[in-house]
């Protein structure tokens, strides 16, 4: 006997079992779960194997019991082999088993915990979207029965009574309908069905909450639960995420601060979070997270470039544009190879020359260059015929082009390469640190590393020496590495690796 529903589950967990089972009675959705459907005689393993395969879906109902629980975990293991659409329902922020983590990472998840009211109701709600079926009625309790006189009940009107704990917009269908005040009730008019709702906090649109609801003939409280939802986003973005490498070559993010590994090792590649998302590649394929790990924009593209202005570089079959934070194509993807938009402007290579564009795609400055930085301070450092030097947003020529190569101008010096050596220029190009190091980083905080035969130290913008060059490179360093931020740089010294203050001294 074919199921729409497979229900994996601990039986610690029981009455939220229950309480689904019922749901999904009343919603006519058919299930197996494990307390009755197994006859006597029979074979427990081989037939938890049919239902699973005779299912369409598996409900994993996830919680501390039944990520411990090994007849849960390979149950998930055979739903995924035998590719079942999986939802999983965490009763709880328990971290999914190792086992079955790679099969559930990227999956929508049901949180029951943050959304009691109503997360049994979405449940219910994305099983019928994924079954296609339409709104369907079912017989109701007595108490509950239309009297023999009433109208047709899909076109009565019912109520639903919402209270947000947080002043927000309501939106049905994408429609605006109402504001509410926190921690006040108001009764919506709906007529009887299915319905998307979407509540936007009037404070800050980033919180926010949508779902499915399907209104019954009884008149319900639906409890919004925005607070929760704005203090998660509050304290991701108070975390410093830096990614990490392991020794196989995968990458993760931890916080900085603590060391609390946030988002596992598991990407080929993965850049610096910026603006909240960070592009990672995963087999072969680019695309973008949030730091909750979630996979935010989908994993498709042949390169990705980092956030910068509300918008990212992407490259797909050799061709390069800009996407937005929703992954919504804003510049087509056309050109050859493109830098991160700066100041409102963008680098973009095309038929082998660099020129610079606006957000709207428009040419700002003509495709005549053999290779550009991005603009910052108002200048961007540009190379042509071989030599680099400065222009500024008009075009116009700021310094002459002589130099072997150019950084981008950083609290007013720009660091340059002449004759083989590295030093440091000022806007009307005269030389203010001179040019005798072997290798330097752009000025940050005040500082910038330097490099004389093959140790590393820190100036500042008079080049004087204020750490002394003592320090070994960083082996696989990130973004902050190398400089100073937030009043700290890692350094290197006989085979360790740390941090110190701007002082010189070692940060524990």
């Not at 190792?98 to 998840?109: A, K």
């Not at 049905?172 to 069905?193: C, F, H, Q, S, W």
Request: aromatic residues 12%; contains cysteine; hydrophobic residues 35%.
């Amino acid at each position: 006997m074919t199921h729409d529903v497979f229900i994996s589950y601990s039986r610690a967990d029981a009455k939220i079992a229950d309480d689904i089972c019922t749901a999904f009675d009343g919603a006519g959705i058919s299930y197996w779960i494990d307390r009755g459907g197994i006859a006597v005689g029979e074979a427990f393993h081989a037939v938890i194997v049919r239902a699973i395969k005779e299912s369409r879906i598996t409900v994993f109902i996830s919680s501390v019991n039944s990520n411990m629980s090994e007849y849960t975990i390979k149950e998930i293991v055979i739903a995924f082999k035998n590719k079942k659409h999986i939802i999983p329902f965490c009763l709880d922020e328990e971290p999914f088993a190792d086992r079955i983590e790679f099969y559930l990472c990227d999956l929508d998840q049901l949180q029951y915990y943050l959304h009691r009211e109503f997360a049994i109701q979405k449940l219910v709600g994305d099983i019928n979207r994924i079954l296609g079926r339409k709104e369907t009625s079912h017989s109701t309790p007595p108490e509950m029965s239309p009297t023999p006189a009433a109208p047709d009940t899909q076109a009565m009107q019912y109520f639903l009574k919402i209270r947000p704990n947080l002043a927000c917009q309501v939106f049905v269908d994408g429609e605006p309908k109402t504001k509410v005040e926190a921690d006040k009730i108001i009764k919506l008019p709906l007529n009887r069905g299915t319905f998307f709702l979407e509540f936007v906090s009037v404070e800050n649109e980033a919180d926010k909450y949508s779902c499915e609801y399907r209104i019954s003939d009884m008149e319900e409280l639906f409890s919004v639960d925005l607070l929760s939802i704005k203090k998660e986003r509050e304290r991701l973005e108070k975390l410093e995420l830096e990614r990490f490498e392991d020794n196989n070559g995968k990458y993760g993010f931890k916080d900085r601060n603590t060391g609390e590994i946030v988002i596992p090792l598991k990407y080929d590649i993965a850049w610096p979070f910026s603006e909240g998302l960070a592009g990672v590649k995963l087999n072969d394929n680019y695309g973008f997270i949030d730091k909750t790990g979630k996979e935010v924009i989908p994993l498709k593209y042949d390169f990705a470039w980092t956030f910068s202005e509300g918008l990212a570089g992407v490259e797909l079959n050799d061709n390069c544009g800009f996407i937005d934070k929703i992954g919504k194509e804003i510049i087509p993807l056309k050109y050859d190879r493109a830098k991160h938009f700066s100041e409102g402007i963008a680098g973009v290579q095309l038929n082998g020359k660099w020129g610079f564009i606006d957000k709207t795609d428009r040419e700002m400055i003509p495709f005549k260059y053999d290779n550009v930085w991005s603009f910052t301070e108002g200048l961007a450092g540009v190379e042509l015929n071989g030599k680099w030097g400065f222009i500024d947003k008009t075009g116009k020529e700021i310094t002459l082009f002589k130099y072997d190569y150019a950084s981008s101008f950083s609290e007013g010096l720009a660091l340059v390469q002449l004759n083989g050596k590295w030093g440091f220029i000022d806007k009307t190009d005269k030389a203010m640190i001179p040019f005798k190091y072997d290798y330097a980083y752009s000025f940050s905080e005040g500082l910038a590393l330097v490099q004389l035969n093959g140790k590393r130290g820190f100036i500042d913008k008079t080049g004087k020496e204020i750490i002394p060059l003592k320090y070994d490179k960083i082996n696989n360093s990130n973004a902050y590495d190398d400089v100073f931020f937030r009043g700290r740089a890692k350094v290197k010294l006989n085979n360790e690796e740390f941090y110190i203050d701007k002082q010189g001294n070692r940060i524990n």
